[in-house]
């Protein structure tokens, strides 16, 4: 097991790619501490803890910095360390940036920018007195290549690349890595809405020609917080069939 007696953070691990992070986690070994609003996360929990792993949920927001840091003490003093922080949390409010409004900007920035910033805030301090930590941030592709209604979204994935290459350079002498994952269009309920006819177009523009399924992601993430990638931190980790080259 490739992550045998590792405490993993999981923020967004409800649904979607958090979820499969969460399984596959927890299967390699990992107790798993799932952080979201969406109350599927104790099924999630539960379904792990019925096979043979170990998982809990907690209804917290990225966003709230005294609950985050209550819970992050918690963890700590429960299970005596915080390994890995897994920064998946993240929403869309797509919109052309002429018709954003400031209510979207802000709500896309609180949650996939600001959240990774009070998260990582919080954990760091458990890490260093361990002197280990894996970090590993959602980024997406859209924050190397931009995409069409998405000025916030972008902004704030091209945020998490840069903050995990500035968290290299300050905490590398504490063991701890910092990379982001740059994943392309994943099945979740994040892009479910998306009209049939546009998801034949993005699935012919992809050079591997089908989409990603969460697990695909999700061993990308396994792989940059295992032990095996010790040597490597302030990468963008592109999982995208191809598209960006
Ligand atoms: N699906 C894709 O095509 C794709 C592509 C590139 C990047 N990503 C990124 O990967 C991550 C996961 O995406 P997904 O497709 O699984 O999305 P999803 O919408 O299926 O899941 C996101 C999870 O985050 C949770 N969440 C949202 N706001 C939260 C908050 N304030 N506090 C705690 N939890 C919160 C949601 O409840 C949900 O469970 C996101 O950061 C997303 O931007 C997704």
Known sequence: MRLKNKVAIVTGGARGIGQAVSELFAKEGATVIIVDLLAQGQEVADGINNNKGTAEYHAVSVTDRPAIEQLFKQVNDQHGKIDILINNAGITRDRTLEKMSEE???AVIDVNLKGVFICTQAAVPYMKSNKYGRIVSAASNVGLRGNFGQTNYA????????????WTVEFGKHGITANA???????????????????ETIKASIPLKTVAQPIDIAYGYLYLASDEAKFISGICLTIDGGVSR
Do not use: R
């Not at 902004?155 to 500035?166: C, D, F, L, R, Y």
């Not at 099945?187 to 009209?195: A, G, H, N, R, S």
């Open 104 to 106: 979207e900007w802000d």
């Open 155 to 166: 902004a704030t994935k091209a945020g998490v690349i840069a903050m995990s290459k500035t």
């Open 181 to 199: 994952i740059a994943p392309g269009f994943t099945m979740t309920d994040m892009v479910k809405k998306i009209p049939e006819e546009h998801f």
